[in-house]
Structure formats: C-alpha cells, structure tokens
Nanobody, 120 residues
C-alpha cells in the first residue's frame, strides 16, 4: 500500500487542523491504520490508531480528548482531526498501515509525513 499524507500547516495554539492520508494499492480495509508524529530532536511517537472497520480506536495519552482518528474505507482515506492544538503538538505527522494486526509497534507501511506547526 502507498500512503500520502496531507493537511498540515501553521496554526495558532488552540486552533484545529484536519489531516488526511490517501491510500492506494491493496484493499485499504485490510489494514489497521495509524498516525505517528516526530518532533525535532525527538523519536517518532504513536498518536492514534483505528481498526479495520473503525470499530476500535487507540490514542496516546497526550492527545486523548483532543484528536480524533477516523477512516473512510470506500474512499481509502484515513483522517486525523487535531483540535485544541498546543505548541508541543508541533511535529511531522505520518500515517502508517499495519498488515499484521492491532498494536502500536506493528506498522510496516509509512507515508511521507505532513508538517504541523503550532505557534504560541
């Protein structure tokens, strides 16, 4: 599967953005999908995940209640609505796909990332 993330940008603290990830190739619904992020000088970290048909989600504690992951299998697209943004949310956001199942360390396909910058 090929993944293309988009929707990043510069936003003030407290603002919102809608990230998208378009997938092509093998059936999108056969993958668990997730979002990760990497801030400058830091390791990549898990943000959120969603199961094959969207019936189950998982969030990092740092974004729980502020970010919402969703998917549209008919459009082969993954979404991340990021609300109440904080400067510490500044990072490159990556979408990822897991062909092996549920779990934060199971991802084997990665998109190229989209930059989110939050100004204070």
């Amino acid at each position: 599967v090929q993944l293309q993330a988009s929707g990043g940008g510069l936003v003030q603290a407290g603002g919102s953005l809608g990230l998208s990830c378009a997938a092509s190739g093998r059936a999108f619904s056969s993958y668990v999908m997730g979002w990760f992020r990497q801030a400058p000088g830091k390791e990549r970290e898990f943000v959120a995940a969603i199961a094959w048909r969207g019936s189950r989600t998982d969030y990092a504690d740092s974004v729980l209640g502020r970010h919402t992951i969703s998917r549209d299998n008919a459009k082969s697209t993954l979404y991340l609505q990021v609300n109440s943004l904080k400067p510490e949310d500044t990072a490159v956001y990556y979408c990822a796909a897991s062909s092996t199942g549920w779990g934060r360390d199971t991802y084997d396909y990665w998109g190229q990332g989209t930059q989110v910058t939050v100004s204070s």
